[in-house]
């Protein structure tokens, strides 16, 4: 027994058709165009194009990009297991193609904000896998020093990484305030989930992006389930992209990396000259909501396996560069093994690094504090030097 | 309050000897100034040195703002920087923190401290955390400021007091200003602070005239976040107060004076960082304590306050208990005379000397 979201997911897998070319008749392309799913619109007169071309370059780094985050958050779950990451870890496996195909059309100086689901986009905004892998274990090679955590990495224009659900949003339409005031021509991608679709100051924050015309692209990275509630059973509209009312929308198979990279491209040449405007990302999400849920007393395993077979965003990228002779079977190979070998490196730093010493337990509470400064430990007798 | 009907009331002769044992600063005689105006001249200082600095809140613009606070200031610097909010606290106070962490300095205005309640989980876990959270990556130079505790008539839901809430939790500063004084430097210095810094005014003290020294007039004036001021010198007991009730303290010191009873009132002028040096330093002279406060007694200023004094060496000093005068422990009414007996009077703090002193 299917949920209506999972029906509709097969049904589009189902549908998915793609093209084509070849450019010569050597072993491999430099560059093949593909058609995407249509894109649903919300007050929108035209929409991102289903017609996305890639150069064998961008494919196979795309492709390593996506691997990565896979086998880097594989890594994490297991180190979770072990006990050596604590307290919350949620999984981007599945959801790849949205931050790797959204990164593609913007640049380092444009902003990216999303909620705690943020291991992908801490590394596809420049942290290395040992900012990332070390900081879930709490050392001081992680990207916060292990002081923040799973949910609280950040990096120059990337905001984190936010644990309180919806509240990254309105700080979203405040970075594109600032990128707006200083007269930059930046965006801010400001993500949240369908559970926070429904927050109050989503609305707040859409009402005042849409008076000042900020240049935020809010996206919904729409993975069907909100912790253990489906959509059906938390919102009266599933039409999340039509949810900013006045605000634009488009719906993109999130699934699809070049396809959200063609619906970002057209997003922010949209949000640079009209305001703000609304993505929904269909993706789905392997895991559970976090390590502590195993995911399968709200959906069925078989849902679950038939994403993987049908719409699993790496392995359909993959099949597409193959078919259209972008790179061999051999090359991927090639890159499926360096990327292993990475992440296993820097496992190793993350499981033996050091954790910051105890005195760090007072530092950086303020910027900039006063030199005689002093922070109250757990008794009476402990009052630290804070920095 | 306690300034200005003491003035009216009292001849030239009695009031030069008054103004000598009132702690002023010395300068121009007549220079007063509003506590509303001085924030007035805070903002438009601020504003005029960077250009990052705007001024974010309900009302604030072409009304003016909801109690003149921002006056004129659209006019000066334009919407740019002067920015009129719809009525959506969490939103716009999440947009102005995020408008803070990539890079500008925006000043939040709530109303009243008591609608901040809508957005307070932005303050806490958006802005006081971040700088934590990031290992010193992320800093937020935020300020929010308004009118906080009571009014006149305005009952319960628009009352309370905020500065035990906000001074509790680590990586925010907390500013309660009493005079015009306070209310410039302490605001100019919130501003150009670095850090996440809640500002609570009082609105009864926003029309109440101060002097104003020279350099309190000048546009780099500011008073640094956490230190105390001694208002008054005394050897008997020590007064501990913040904001309005600083005003209650003098006045009650005042009448105990007549008796001979010679109160040093303190003006904390920050909650946090609290300056535990001056409060110990005062204590450890007159072995007696008095906490003044119109927010609740529970888990308040003058509890924290009671806590760290009986913890430090002042403890041996005390030849009595600590006290504390709070507002009561209830809603605030709307009727008069029951509104009045719910916050601290002269009255209170005097009856509280008496006890802690053992004297009639």
Redesign the interface.
Known sequence: MLSVFARNLRTLGCRGIYQSYHINNYATSTEASFETQPYKLHKLDEGPSTNVTVTRDDALTYYRQMQMIRRMETVAGNLYKSKIIRGFCHLYSGQEAICVGMEASINKKD?V?TAYRAHGWTYIRGVSLVGVLAELTGKQSG???G??GSM?M??ENF??G???VG?Q???????????K??KTDNICITLYGDGAANQ??L???Y??AK?WNLPCIFVCENNGYAMGTSLDRSSASTQYFSRGDYVPGVQVDGMDVLAVKECTRFCKDFVLKNGPILIEASTYRYSGHSMSDPGTSYRTREEVQEVRERRDPISKFKERIISANLATPEEIKKIDVEVRKEVDEATEVAKTDRELPLEELY??????P?PD?Q?RGCD?TIMAASH | MAAISVRKLVKDPIWMVLKRNISMTPGRLGTQMTVRDALNSALEEELKRDERVFLMGEEVAQYDGAYKVSKGLLNKFGEKRIIDTPITEMGFTGLAIGAAMAGLKPIVEFMTFNFSMQAIDQVINSAAKTYYMSAGAVPVNIVFRGPNGAAAGVAAQHSQCFGAWYAHCPGLKVVSPYSSEDAKGLLKAAIRDPNPVVCLENEILYGLPFEMSDEAMGEDFVIPIGKAKIEREGKHVTLVAHTRYVGICLEAAEELAGKGVECEVVNLRSLRPLDEETIINSVMKTNHLITVEGGWPQYGVGSEISALVSESSAFNYLDAPILRVTGADVPMPYAKTLETNALPQAFNVIKTVKKSLNIP
């Open positions: 902003a904000i990207c916060a020093q002081k923040g609280h950040y990096n905001y984190g936010n644990g309180i509240a949003v309105p700080l979203g339409a405040g970075i594109a305030f600032a990128l005031y200083q109050g100051q609305f707040e924050a009402n005042m008076l530092n950086k509470i303020y910027s900039n006063e400064y922070v009476p």
